[in-house]
Structures are given as structure tokens and as C-alpha cells.
């Protein structure tokens, strides 16, 4: 399922293919080292209001970059 990630700052959004690409870019990229799946999915459920600096979402298929 893709997944969007909208900066809690800059209010820039990031779509990537599945959690697992947005855990490995957070991880590589933004040097979260912890950066887990789990996080993300209880943001994009709404359990939490943001993960690593970002709010997330599950995108609709038709939405994928």
C-alpha cells in the first residue's frame, strides 16, 4: 500500500510504493537509524500524530509518483 509522507515543517509531501521503502529512505537518507514500520502504520492509522517528523497517510493507488 503507498504511503504519503507530509513534513511536519514544511508541509512537503513524499509518496513512496509501501512502508517499507519509506522506513529504508528515512533510515538511509534522513539518518533515522531506529526508524521502524510500526511507527509509520500507527501514524497513518491515526494512533499517533506524526513519526519521525512527518504525518502520514495510506495513499490511494491512483495517487503513486
Same mark, same amino acid.
Do not use: M
Given at each position: 500500500? &503507498?504511503v504519503?509522507?507530509?513534513?511536519?515543517? #514544511? %508541509? #512537503?509531501? /513524499? #509518496?513512496? &510504493?509501501?512502508?517499507?521503502? @519509506?522506513? @529504508?529512505?528515512? !533510515?538511509?537518507? +534522513?539518518?533515522? !537509524?531506529?526508524?521502524? &514500520? =510500526?511507527? *509509520? %502504520?500507527?501514524? +497513518? /492509522?491515526? /494512533? *499517533? !500524530? =506524526? @513519526?519521525?517528523?512527518? =504525518?502520514?497517510?495510506? @495513499?490511494?493507488e491512483?495517487?503513486? =509518483?
Open positions: 500500500i &503507498p504519503v509522507g507530509t513534513d511536519v515543517v #514544511t %508541509c #512537503t509531501q /513524499r #509518496t513512496f &510504493p509501501s512502508l517499507i521503502d @519509506a522506513v @529504508a529512505w528515512l !533510515k538511509v537518507l +534522513c539518518g533515522e !537509524k531506529n526508524a521502524a &514500520p =510500526s511507527h *509509520i %502504520c500507527e501514524c +497513518c /492509522r491515526g /494512533r *499517533i !500524530k =506524526s @513519526a519521525y517528523g512527518y =504525518s502520514g497517510e495510506y @495513499a490511494e491512483d495517487e503513486e =509518483s
